[in-house]
């Protein structure tokens, strides 16, 4: 959360409960998603998200490299996040820091929960996120990517996997927080599942919340999420249901 003076905090919350953008506290930005946007990865998606703009790309399964982190009874997942130099306005060096290195890691380990890696052992699905412009929630963002990308290389999955944050916004639980309501909120809370049953794949939270403050913020995305999943069966269905073509292995029944 940004640490800056109280004369710089904008009204984040209008009195008839409106936010910065307009938005109810339940509503979501507007959102569009393009699956097979690359033809050389084996799969690959474009997602739009208020103003976040995020590519994902999925190689594999294929020869592990280094061949030391082989695993001889089911395939490695490698996810790769990398928000681009020009994503943000504040001057970012090139290449992963930190914060992306963590990112890929928790990334990495909610699709180790879905993907039936048994299928493919000595090998590794490679997945990369790449964010072209960031306007928070990007870690949400590139997972839903990821995860239409994963089904679109025809990979596997026990479902697909669907995210969004969840924050605390001027003492009211919010739903997919802009970078406003990020920088000057009180809580953040990206979070991820699987939405047919409900399993927590991921979460995560910076700031403070009350016992019932995170269960109202729990319950709000998990409807946050199971909108986006329907979301993101219409994006893979708008490229599939056509006549003659298959749907990938991926993609839930």
């Given at each position: ?5 109280a ?41 739009e998200?208020?103003e ?106 026990a ?52 016992r ?42």
């Amino acid at each position: 959360m940004g640490n800056v003076g109280a004369k710089e905090i904008p009204q984040l919350l209008s009195a008839d409960g409106r936010r910065i953008d307009g938005r109810r506290l339940d509503e979501l930005r507007s959102i569009t998603m393009k699956v097979g946007p690359l033809t050389r990865a084996d799969g690959s998606a474009f997602v739009e998200w208020g103003e976040n703009k995020v590519m994902a790309a999925v190689y594999g399964p294929r020869e592990v490299h280094p061949r030391h982190l082989m695993q001889t009874s089911k395939a490695i997942i490698q996810c790769r996040y990398n928000m681009a130099a020009f994503s943000v306005d504040e001057r970012k060096r090139p290449g992963q820091d930190r914060r992306s290195q963590e990112i890929s890691k928790v990334i990495t380990e909610a699709f180790e929960s879905v993907v039936f890696t048994e299928e493919f052992p000595k090998t590794s699905i490679d997945v990369y996120i790449e964010v072209l412009q960031a306007n928070a929630g990007t870690r949400c963002a590139g997972l839903v990517a990821a995860s239409l990308a994963l089904a679109d290389a025809g990979i596997p999955m026990a479902d697909l996997v669907s995210a969004v944050a969840v924050g605390k916004v001027a003492g009211r639980i919010a739903l997919d927080l802009k970078k406003e309501e990020d920088n000057f909120g009180e809580a953040d809370l990206p979070m991820a599942l699987v939405p047919q049953s409900g399993r927590l794949v991921l979460i995560q939270m910076e700031g403070h919340m009350n016992r019932d403050e995170l269960r109202q913020a729990l319950d709000l995305g998990t409807k946050g999420c199971r909108e986006i999943y329907e979301r993101m069966r219409e994006a893979l269905r708008a490229k599939y249901d056509t006549p003659g073509r298959a749907e990938p292995a991926g993609v839930p029944a």
